[in-house]
């Protein structure tokens, strides 16, 4: 009669041995499951202190294309105003320069302070901190200069995890 090792090791170990030669081939198998588990996402927010004692809160840099080359953009909130800051000149001849958080209704710009800064204040800026700490991610879309040819708009998407912490933090040590 032909037996196998498995068969004759389960014959001399008996039912514990059995247990822990099959625990022993099971670690192995759930630590390989586990290594494909998602990691929790980074916050995606940080508080940065300015000169003159104020801070700002600023989002992850975003890269999108401004109809010509790459280039990136940026959220930065105050206790008074959101901007989206970028390397590139914005153009908003159009009055279509917004921010969407989730599924709520677009918050438009209040317009531009300089070439590369799009200004969000009063009741747009106040309104988008609210949203920010209810929400996950806001769709900035932006439109770039020069206005002809006309690229249309371009937009990025930024996460809002970690944004309220920040907003507590900043409210909490920046006063």
Same mark, same amino acid.
């Given at each position: 009669?032909?037996?196998?090792?498995?068969?004759?090791?389960?014959?001399?170990?008996?039912?514990a041995? +059995?247990?822990?030669?099959?625990?022993?081939?099971?670690?192995?198998?759930? #630590?390989?499951?586990?290594?494909?588990?998602?990691?929790p996402?980074?916050?995606?927010?940080?508080?940065?202190?300015?000169?003159?004692?104020g801070? +700002?809160?600023?989002?992850?840099?975003? #890269?999108?294309?401004?109809?010509?080359?790459?280039?990136?953009?940026?959220?930065?909130?105050?206790?008074?105003?959101?901007?989206?800051? #970028?390397?590139?000149? &914005?153009?908003?001849?159009k009055?279509?320069?917004?921010?969407?958080?989730?599924k709520?209704?677009?918050?438009? #710009?209040?317009g531009?302070?300089?070439?590369?800064?799009? !200004? &969000?204040?009063?009741?747009?800026?106040?309104?988008?901190?609210?949203? &920010?700490?209810?929400?996950?991610?806001?769709?900035?879309?932006?439109r &770039?200069?020069?206005?002809?040819?006309?690229?249309?708009?371009?937009?990025?998407?930024?996460?809002? !995890?970690?944004?309220? +912490?920040a907003?507590?933090?900043?409210?909490?040590?920046? +006063?």
């Open positions: 009669m032909c037996r196998s090792a498995v068969a004759l090791s389960e014959d001399l170990l008996g039912g041995g +059995r247990m822990r030669s099959t625990v022993w081939w099971w670690i192995p198998a759930l #630590s390989v499951g586990l290594l494909g588990a998602a990691t996402e980074k916050d995606a927010w940080t508080l940065t202190k300015v000169q003159g004692g801070c +700002r809160l600023e989002a992850d840099k975003g #890269s999108l294309t401004d109809g010509y080359q790459k280039t990136s953009a940026q959220i930065r909130v105050t206790a008074t105003e959101v901007r989206v800051v #970028s390397e590139s000149t &914005f153009d908003d001849t009055g279509d320069l917004q921010i969407q958080v989730d709520n209704e677009a918050v438009k #710009s209040d531009l302070d300089g070439p590369k800064a799009v !200004i &969000f204040k009063g009741p747009a800026a106040a309104s988008l901190v609210t949203q &920010f700490k209810a929400g996950l991610k806001a769709n900035v879309t932006l &770039f200069w020069p206005t002809w040819p006309e690229t249309g708009t371009h937009s990025m998407v930024v996460s809002l !995890i970690g944004f309220t +912490r907003w507590d933090e900043m409210q909490a040590s920046c +006063r």
